[in-house]
């Protein structure tokens, strides 16, 4: 997703891109003031059986801005990430993260598994990827 003012959600999908009647109505039951928490969104596809990326697309459709991400990467305000390097790194976290690397980068989705698996929060997992200089691509929801 692109900031406010930069560009339409909406673009990126073509013109030809449809959506969901029941994800319409759940994204803009949830939304406020056009915009949607990442927890929220991962509860909408929870609850109506469909991928994470769906409710992002469904998002993205109606201008509705994903927000408060959790890993702590986008949709905070000004600043709009709130994670700051680690300042010492595990190695055995450290190892997990090299090992689940795509391209140089962590997937959302495996930041998550990492998360889980050490039992620690996703924005822990977050950190210590920044101190370690590695992006996470891609975004489950699709916003990055």
């Given at each position: 997703?692109?900031?406010?003012?930069?560009?339409?959600?909406?673009?990126?999908?073509?013109?030809?891109a449809v959506l969901d009647p029941e994800l319409r109505h759940a994204v803009l039951k949830r939304a406020r003031d056009r915009e949607l928490p990442c927890a929220v969104a991962f509860d909408?596809?929870?609850?109506?059986?469909?991928?994470?990326?769906?409710?992002?697309?469904?998002?993205?459709?109606?201008?509705?801005?994903?927000?408060?991400?959790?890993?702590?990467?986008?949709?905070?305000?000004?600043?709009?990430?709130?994670?700051?390097?680690?300042?010492?790194?595990?190695?055995?976290?450290?190892?997990?993260?090299?090992?689940?690397?795509?391209?140089?980068?962590?997937?959302?989705?495996?930041?998550?598994?990492?998360?889980?698996?050490?039992?620690?929060?996703?924005?822990?997992?977050?950190?210590?990827?920044?101190?370690?200089?590695?992006?996470?691509?891609?975004?489950?929801?699709?916003?990055?």
């Amino acid at each position: 997703m692109s900031d406010k003012g930069k560009g339409s959600f909406a673009g990126k999908h073509g013109s030809q891109a449809v959506l969901d009647p029941e994800l319409r109505h759940a994204v803009l039951k949830r939304a406020r003031d056009r915009e949607l928490p990442c927890a929220v969104a991962f509860d909408i596809g929870k609850a109506c059986g469909v991928a994470p990326a769906s409710v992002g697309r469904a998002a993205d459709l109606l201008e509705v801005r994903l927000v408060k991400c959790q890993l702590g990467l986008f949709g905070y305000g000004p600043r709009k990430k709130i994670i700051k390097p680690a300042k010492a790194v595990a190695a055995a976290l450290r190892s997990a993260i090299l090992a689940g690397r795509i391209d140089d980068r962590l997937p959302c989705l495996t930041a998550w598994e990492i998360a889980d698996s050490f039992s620690i929060h996703k924005m822990k997992v977050s950190e210590a990827c920044e101190a370690m200089g590695i992006r996470i691509k891609p975004c489950q929801l699709g916003a990055f």
